[in-house]
């Protein structure tokens, strides 16, 4: 081997073996294999549209969850203020948490914007593999006039002019006046459950009352709360002169935006003389 | 004149030229590696803060590719099977008995059975859904406290392993609760450095405690057996059958201890493999995780060796071996095996047995106790009644009594039905008996306790079964029976809401409310407020008191901020997990439903970011949640927390 043309093949060659174990060894002597880099995680507030990144955590890192936000997203203890939670993609966390382990947990801002999604998924077929999880429940919030900014919380308002269903239920179809004897005295008193349903919380029982019409003219009685949304119901005179007559159970609850819906039921109230006790 | 010829290159240096600029570039590519160690190493001398220094990136518009959802798995619980997730139990043909309706039943193959007023005997149509009342939060600055954690919480070496990340990576950051979980409500994670996209994982393999095949599963666990029974010729709500639920394709192995101190030999359960093929399909197809039934039918003649009045008691051990790992559990369960007798109406006399507590569509655990009898159409007129058999109607009707026995509530119409409604299943049937082709009317049902009631609640399940016609006026008892009954118990609940922080304007309120996660209201909700005087709020905390089974599904508390103009901003949501397992100290694998939990503290300092917000007044709100979850000490063996304890059918004087 000699000549001008060897020399350079000879330098060249040196050159590329130089560069493959410059390669080789930058290839294999490391031990960081790819996609284990410290990628960044952005962490936010509150995941709602319009977020921006508050801060950083990175692979590997360990941090601490206090709550999921649907199937989406982990809230965790902000690394730079434990008690503010922060939430990141529920997929960039490796956890052996159950769904018993962690509360939904629903920030302001996503509360106003789930209210949508709610909306939509009641005219939506979930598939199978969402049909599993539950959707955050949304408090709707109450009727305010300066709150217009707010486009989704106004809207729910706004849309929610349906008074609340309002039912009346009792214990029994019937009471007696009040009464000494047996087996009447057993049944003089009518336990009464109102229950107040609409999607727009609070809601809240106003009123409940009973009327009837007697030989004195129309009568009413109030109720006695015993506990929670039962009433207890006594009617101690003016009651029929003989036999039965309807009495009318009606109440009212309202809702979250203020509206107010009106229940009734009618129980009979009996002479307890017409049925074998003595008055 | 000669030309010189050019020297040759040495073979020397042809060799070993390339090799030592080989050896250079390795040498310099070395030094320039990708080498995680050093930075490792430089990281972990840092302090812990964590390197937020990027901010203000948008949200991802496009979550579904950028932030794909991923659910954690189902919580545990033995105790409480979802029968929707039960691959192959057919609830088809159940009738719905409200609450005080009796059950006029067909005597004819091919009637229906249909839900009367028991009075009138009217058909009635079905309430309204059940609604719990609601209760009035506490107000008090001072939640109660929390009880410390007894002593069978998860052993060490049964404790769930922390998920780890990428072990190439040491982590930057290490949240403070990791020195000592315990201290902090909530769970360990590990950031990924790449989305998780193998799909949801799968949960751990979970076995149910032991159930008698009798307490409505009489008829999959016939299907699952394929009549291939000790003693075929009893019918499958008779026979001793076994059976549980697992979460996964499994061989399970049955072994156990009877009342009297026995051992039961070891016996293998039985599944349907296509039960499995339909649990794959689920899996692979739509990622539901269902269960699969697993039976076993013990011979008649060994049951009834350990049995007294017909009732058996084991304690029963199950192991689960699937692909993914290994599972036990022990309960205690109760086997009805027919007695020998010359009963005139029922060909199967009728059985009280626990269902535990069933999860019904509005989302309520409600206490259920199951009733199954057969009787004989031809023996339900009495002799000398003078019933008509052309019009004959036989009515069921059935309570759950508190405050009188079976004959107060059948005769005297004492004490108070505490039944909030019932299901049932009716079926006509043709049976060879001795040597005679009889019509048989087979009766199933699950009578739901009102479940607002307190854990442990207790009475008489009574059952009169009575016969009319068109004619008579006055029905005829045919049978009154009945027994003690004693309901599962279920945890309390005081979840509390404290406004903490100090600087949240006197003029600004924060309301707080609790519902179920169906809307259902838990407590009215309360006001709190940093205000001085009393009247213009309320205190800084609120406290509502709930029981596990009317919210199963969790609690919703709902926080909303009101500044002094009565503007209402949302805070936060949070839908708080309950756990409806019980507390047994002696059972051996109860930190798998970790029924023992006493609750937790939780602060939030939440900010209030919402675009309605341009005041600038309040930045946050601090707010701390705080459950105290009071399971009293039960027992597994004597005295089951999670099952009904019900004593021996009495009849009943009419």
Not at chain 2, 119 to 125: G, I, L, P, S
């Amino acid at each position: 081997m000699s000549g001008l043309g060897a020399r350079v093949a000879l330098v060249v060659v040196s050159f590329v073996a130089a560069g493959a174990g410059w390669f080789g060894a930058r290839q294999f002597g490391g031990d960081a294999t790819p996609g284990t880099a410290l990628a960044a995680v952005d962490l936010y507030h509150c995941p709602a549209d319009g977020s921006r990144s508050v801060g950083q955590v990175h692979a590997g890192d360990e941090v601490w969850l206090i709550g999921v936000t649907d199937d989406r997203w982990a809230v965790i203890r902000n690394p730079d203020n434990p008690d503010r939670p922060a939430w990141l993609p529920l997929a960039l966390v490796a956890t052996a948490a159950s769904a018993g382990d962690l509360p939904q947990l629903t920030c302001g801002q996503a509360v106003a914007t789930a209210t949508t999604t709610l909306t939509v998924t009641t005219t939506t077929t979930p598939t199978s593999a969402s049909a599993s999880t539950s959707s955050p429940v949304v408090l709707a919030t109450s009727t305010s006039t300066s709150s217009t900014s707010t486009s989704t919380t106004s809207t729910t308002i706004a849309t929610d002019t349906v008074p609340p269903t309002v039912t009346v239920t009792t214990d029994r179809a019937y009471l007696y006046v009040r009464s000494e004897s047996a087996p009447c005295s057993s049944e003089d008193s009518l336990e009464v459950a109102i229950v107040v349903a609409d999607p727009t919380v609070p809601l809240s029982i106003r009123s409940i009352v009973a009327t009837w019409n007697a030989p004195g003219g129309p009568q009413t009685a109030n109720l006695v709360p015993v506990g929670g949304n039962r009433f207890s119901l006594e009617v101690a005179a003016n009651g029929p002169a003989a036999g039965e007559t309807p009495l009318t159970l009606t109440a009212t609850g309202s809702d979250g935006a203020g509206n107010v819906g009106t229940g009734q039921t009618v129980v009979s109230l009996r002479n307890p003389g017409s049925f074998g006790c003595a008055g | 004149m000669s030309r010189s010829r050019p020297r040759r290159i040495p073979v020397a240096i042809i060799i070993g030229a390339p090799a030592v600029m080989l050896l250079v570039g390795g040498t310099v590519g070395w030094f320039m590696r990708d080498d995680a160690s050093s930075e490792r190493v430089s990281k972990a001398t840092r302090s812990n803060s964590p390197i937020a220094t990027v901010v203000g990136a948008p949200l991802p518009t496009a979550l579904d590719s950028m932030v794909p959802q991923r659910p954690l798995p189902p919580a545990a619980n033995p105790a409480v099977i979802d029968p929707a997730s039960i691959i192959g139990l057919d609830t088809a043909g159940v009738i719905e008995v409200p609450a005080a309706a009796a059950l006029d039943l067909p005597l004819a193959p091919g009637g229906s059975a249909t839900p009367v007023d028991p009075v009138t005997r009217e058909a009635v149509q079905p309430t309204s859904p059940y609604a719990p009342s609601i209760g009035e939060p506490i107000l008090s600055d001072t939640p109660p406290e929390i009880a410390s954690p007894p002593s069978t919480l998860a052993p060490k070496d049964r404790t769930v392993p922390v998920a780890s990340g990428p072990e190439v990576v040491e982590p930057n950051f290490t949240d403070a609760c990791m020195a000592d979980p315990s201290t902090c409500a909530g769970a360990p994670g590990v950031v990924r450095d790449a989305l998780a996209t193998d799909g949801p994982p799968l949960a751990a393999l979970q076995v149910s405690v032991p159930v008698a095949g009798a307490e409505g599963f009489a008829g999959l666990c016939d299907s699952v057996e394929a009549g291939v029974v000790p003693d075929p010729f009893l019918t499958p709500s008779t026979r001793p059958t076994i059976a549980v639920f697992v979460n996964q394709p499994s061989t399970l192995a049955l072994t156990g201890t009877w009342a009297d101190g026995t051992a039961l030999a070891k016996t293998t359960m039985i599944t349907l493999s296509a039960h499995d093929a339909e649990w794959k399909r689920a899996w692979d197809d739509d990622h539901v995780q269902r269960n699969i039934i697993a039976c076993v039918t013990l011979p008649l003649d060994d049951v009834r060796a350990h049995a007294g009045g017909g009732i058996a008691e084991l304690r029963a051990d199950v192991v689960a071996i699937s692909a993914t790992g290994r599972a036990d559990v022990t309960g205690q369960l109760t086997l009805n095996v027919p007695i020998d007798g010359n009963d005139t109406l029922f060909a199967e006399r009728i059985t009280i047995t626990n269902r535990g507590e069933q999860l019904l569509a509005d989302g309520i655990l409600y206490p259920t106790v199951h009733v199954h009898y057969a009787f004989l159409d031809d023996g339900v007129i009495p002799a000398g009644s003078g019933l008509d058999p052309a019009t004959l109607h036989v009515y069921d009707e059935h309570a759950l009594v508190e405050g009188a026995d079976c004959s107060g509530w059948a005769v005297n119409q004492q004490g108070r039905d505490r039944t909030s409604s019932s299901s049932y299943t009716v079926v006509s049937e043709q049976r060879t008996i001795a040597g005679r082709s009889r019509t048989v009317t087979v009766v199933d049902g699950d009578v739901y306790l009102d479940p607002s009631l307190p854990g442990g609640w207790q009475g008489y399940f009574c059952m009169r079964l009575s016969a009319t016609d068109d004619e008579t006026t006055k029905a005829v008892t045919l049978a009154l029976r009945g027994a003690t009954v004693r309901s599962p118990r279920t945890a309390n609940y005081a979840v509390s809401v404290l406004l903490a922080g100090a600087d949240y304007p006197d003029d600004w309120q924060l309301r707080a409310s609790w519902t179920t996660t169906k809307g259902v209201v838990l407590c009215s909700s309360a006001l709190l407020s940093n205000a001085p005087v009393a009247g213009a709020g309320g205190a800084h905390g609120a406290t509502c008191d709930t029981i596990a089974r009317l919210a199963p599904a969790g609690i919703v508390v709902g926080i909303t901020a009101i500044d002094a103009a009565g503007v209402p901003l949302p805070v936060v949501s949070v839908r708080q997990p309950v756990n409806t397992a019980y507390c047994n100290p002696d059972d051996p694998f109860g930190f798998v439903g970790d029924g023992c939990n006493p609750g937790f503290t939780q602060p939030y300092d939440v900010p209030l970011t919402s675009p309605a917000i341009d005041n600038g007044d309040v930045e946050s709100v601090r707010v701390v949640l705080q459950v105290s979850r009071t399971a009293a000490a039960g027992a597994m063996w004597q005295d089951p927390s999670h099952v009904w304890k019900i004593g021996a059918i009495t009849a009943f004087a009419y």
